[in-house]
């Protein structure tokens, strides 16, 4: 029983190149979505899914691209990668889109951007 | 934006105290939820309360909620080293599409010493 995986675990990029943060969950859950963890930032919703063809930006989507094919998969990308993107990067999904369903977090991707 | 503060930002007790945090939150909630994370790991929900529930129990951990105020506090009791890590709380709010978005706050680290 698998979970929410993310791969890779750490990365490395230099300014201005691409990258996809691979999430996959393996519990049907319909609702997926991608957080970010900065110092004293607390964690900050980058974009969600209620399902496959459906996703919608959170508080923090610019310099990123989603899209959600298949109920298990939502891969984050990186166009062109900048320092301000450095970052703890967490997938999290949940049985459910609407109200009182806790989430479940991948163990993350820390991302370092040069 | 932050939806929930918590407070304190970092707590360091002895083995068997009893550990509190606060959260407070700035608009009407339908939950609240509470979640912790150990130092390199994703977040793992640890327990929701409605917005028409006051208190509620999960073994050694006691939730309030005081809508009135617009605050809750996490308490552990009969701390136990295991028990340090961060601890976050969150809010949520309703997208367009109907669809859970939840706003943690910063957390609030809890060094447990033996």
């Known amino acids: 029983n698998a979970g929410v995986t993310q791969t890779p675990k750490f990365q490395v990029l230099k300014t201005g190149q691409s990258m996809t943060l691979q999430c996959a969950q393996d519990?049907?859950?319909?609702?997926m979505s991608w957080y970010r963890q900065d110092p004293g930032m607390g964690l900050r919703l980058i974009h969600y899914?209620?399902?496959?063809?459906?996703?919608d930006q959170g508080e923090v989507p610019n310099g990123y691209n989603v899209s959600r094919s298949t109920t298990e998969d939502f891969p984050l990308r990186l166009l062109s990668a900048a320092p301000s993107q450095t970052s703890v990067y967490f997938c999290?999904?949940?049985?459910?889109?609407?109200?009182?369903?806790?989430?479940?977090f991948g163990n993350g991707t820390r991302l370092t951007v040069t | 934006s932050q939806q929930g503060e918590e407070d304190p930002q970092a707590l360091s007790i002895q083995e068997g105290e009893n550990a509190t945090m606060n959260c407070s939150y700035k608009?009407?909630?339908?939950?609240l939820q509470w979640y912790r994370q150990n130092s390199g790991r994703g977040l793992v929900h640890l327990i929701l309360?409605?917005?028409?529930?006051r208190e509620k129990h999960s073994g050694r951990l006691r939730v309030t909620l005081d809508t009135s105020k617009k605050s809750s506090s996490l308490l552990i009791t009969a701390s136990r080293a295991a028990d340090t890590a961060s601890y976050f709380c969150?809010?949520?709010?309703?997208?367009?599409?109907?669809?859970?978005?939840?706003?943690f706050g910063q957390g609030t680290r809890l060094t447990i010493n033996p």
């Open positions: 999290a999904s949940t049985y459910m889109s609407s109200y009182n369903s806790p989430l479940h």
């Open positions: 519990m049907n859950h319909e609702y």
């Open positions: 899914s209620v399902g496959a063809g459906i996703t």
């Open positions: 608009t009407s909630i339908n939950n």
């Open positions: 309360i409605r917005s028409n529930e």
């Open positions: 969150a809010t949520d709010s309703l997208s367009v599409r109907g669809a859970q978005k939840l706003v």
